[in-house]
């Protein structure tokens, strides 16, 4: 069953049949520099996703931070910090808004998972990033997961590679769920169930697949 599934993987395994008796088998042999898969956000997804999420983030963001002023019976520290808050959040939506919009696909392999951005392709936090599967950690988010090769949950927030399976057609989330389940051993359905906060290592053991 294990390699039936893999086959359905184009460009991973090269396919070899061998004589068997009176019966021919088949078996694949790993091709480490070829993807497992390669999937792209979906068009509609995205436009969604900045209607619904990003652009009222960003116009609530900026109203606070470079509009918002002290009340009457507000405490100057407390303006600061609202202040203060609203300029981190604008930050953190201009971030996302960059992150989704510049990505143009993510490639699976055996050992890991790469993100291509369009341009801007060795700016920090949102450029082009790979990830290895053997020390990885993922925190599962509300909309998909993070990965990053750091256990610091400090470190974690800024390299982390942000991988929005939301906003993927469901058949592609479907492989990707699959595909990640069997390198990781987290079931599959843990990948498909948005919102599920959780964060841990990536390689887990198969006697404890969770």
Not at 170 to 199: Q, T
Request: glycine letters at 4%; a positive charge.
């Amino acid at each position: 069953m294990e390699n039936e599934k893999l086959v359905n993987y184009n460009g991973d395994y090269n396919t070899k049949s061998v004589k068997i008796g009176n019966k021919s088998v088949q078996f694949q042999q790993d091709n480490s520099d070829k993807p497992v898969l390669v999937v792209r956000y979906s068009k509609l997804r995205k436009l969604l996703y900045f209607i619904i999420f990003i652009i009222p983030s960003l116009i609530l963001s900026t109203t606070l931070a470079m509009f918002y002023t002290l009340q009457p019976t507000e405490a100057y520290i407390e303006y600061l910090l609202i202040k203060l808050g609203g300029w981190v959040w604008l930050l953190v939506s201009i971030l996302f808004l960059m992150d989704t919009a510049l990505t143009e696909r993510f490639e699976i392999y055996r050992d890991k998972i790469i993100k291509r951005v369009r341009i801007l392709k060795k700016l920090p936090v949102v450029g082009d990033k790979v990830v290895y599967f053997k020390d990885a950690y993922i925190d599962f988010t509300p909309s998909g997961i993070a990965l990053c090769n750091c256990k610091s949950i400090i470190v974690f927030i800024f390299k982390r590679m942000y991988f929005d399976t939301l906003l993927l057609d469901k058949k592609d989330r479907e492989k990707v769920a699959e595909v990640l389940s069997d390198i990781s051993n987290i079931e599959k359905e843990k990948f498909l169930n948005i919102g599920n906060l959780d964060y841990h290592k990536f390689i887990q053991e198969k006697s404890s697949k969770n």
